[in-house]
């Protein structure tokens, strides 16, 4: 009985948010109407760029490149679910929501983005949704196309001034994907006193950069 209301919950909980929205097989195209009859306009600009550089860079280290613009696409699909709303929608998929999370309810939209990805679009691979659910913070033995899909949502910064660090991560992405990883990692670390948390995912994955590039 659990399981079933708890299926109908998040069978209720997708048929509000997709109303109306017909998929066409196109997954860009289906992502971006997706998102705009939300009000997220602003979002399919952001997931493009973040697919094409995760497209352009996932060859380079050995991984399929339309997995990683597959994932790119999706990864903010949760984008539709304000930040006041996330620890309810977590809660009601069956998310676990971590302490830091609850704090910080924007990092959840990453674990919420794997999930719609798979009910909402159909992806299956666990290794997309994988990218997916860890695009922000990282985590401890992260995969190739996990690092890729990161480190091409840091490079591809959607706010309106250049990211800070933005230059000493690419000149890292040179050497390779783990010091571009560790890199950025590295610049959040570094003021870890002033964030809002320390996720643990990404704590766990710094140090497990910090030690296995030996710094």
Same mark, same amino acid.
């Given at each position: ?24 097989? =196109? ?6 109407? +997706? #998102? %705009?009859?939300?009000?997220? $306009? ?5 997931? /493009? @760029?973040?697919?094409? =550089? ?6 380079? +280290? #050995? %991984?399929?490149?339309?997995? $990683? ?5 999706? /990864? @903010? ?139």
């Amino acid at each position: 009985m659990e399981k079933y209301l708890f299926e109908k919950t998040m069978q209720t909980l997708f048929e509000d948010i997709t109303k109306n929205f017909e998929k066409s097989g =196109e997954l860009s195209a289906d992502v971006a109407k +997706f #998102l %705009e009859m939300h009000g997220c $306009a602003d979002t399919v600009k952001h997931v /493009h @760029d973040v697919a094409q =550089e995760a497209r352009e860079l996932a060859p380079r +280290f #050995l %991984e399929k490149a339309e997995d $990683a613009f597959c994932a790119g696409l999706l /990864h @903010d699909i949760s984008a539709v679910f304000p930040n006041e709303d996330r620890v309810r929608v977590a809660t009601e998929l069956g998310i676990e929501v971590l302490p830091e999370e609850k704090t910080c309810p924007a990092i959840l939209h990453q674990k919420i983005s794997e999930v719609m990805a798979e009910k909402i679009f159909g992806i299956t691979d666990p290794n997309i949704l994988s990218a997916m659910g860890c695009h922000t913070t990282l985590k401890e033995n992260a995969s190739i196309l996990d690092k890729v899909v990161f480190i091409s949502d840091k490079i591809m910064w959607d706010q309106v001034h250049s990211a800070p660090y933005q230059s000493d991560v690419l000149k890292a992405l040179e050497i390779s994907l783990d010091e571009a990883c560790f890199c950025y990692l590295d610049y959040l670390w570094q003021q870890r006193e002033n964030l809002a948390v320390v996720h643990p995912w990404m704590a766990a994955a710094y140090k497990q950069l910090h030690d296995s590039l030996g710094k």
